[in-house]
């Protein structure tokens, strides 16, 4: 089984940065594609960020150009750089697979706040 744990979130002035780090157990992780979604107070859970084994990556138009997502295979780490932060970004994010692949049980996620 696949457990996840996010980190990194909390409080950041708009245009600030954050870098989001989400740690997977098991060996099934260095072949799954993985994505952060976020989900944001009344609003559907989303996936801004997507990242294969082979580190191809795609964005959500909201985030693109401001986010990277990058992945330590070996350490078994997905990362999020969020750069430019926006108020709208404000939400709790989470990773999980992505692309298709089916689910794990989703982890606690962590919040982002971007407010002056």
């Known amino acids: 089984q696949v457990q996840l744990v996010e980190s990194g979130g909390g409080l950041v002035q708009p245009g600030g940065s954050l870098r989001l780090s989400c740690t997977a157990s098991?060996?099934?992780?260095?072949?799954?594609?993985m994505g952060w979604y976020r989900q944001a107070p009344g609003k559907e859970r989303e996936l801004v960020a997507s990242?294969?084994?082979?580190?191809?990556?795609n964005y959500d138009d909201s985030v693109k150009g401001r986010f990277t997502i990058s992945r330590n295979i070996a350490q078994n780490i997905v990362y999020l750089q969020m750069n430019s932060l926006k108020p709208e970004d404000t939400a709790d994010y989470y990773c999980?697979?992505?692309?298709?692949?089916?689910?794990?049980?989703w982890g606690q996620g962590t919040q982002v706040t971007v407010s002056s």
């Open positions: 999980n697979r992505a692309l298709g692949l089916p689910l794990v049980s």
């Open positions: 098991g060996s099934m992780f260095r072949y799954s594609a």
């Open positions: 990242i294969t084994s082979a580190g191809g990556t």
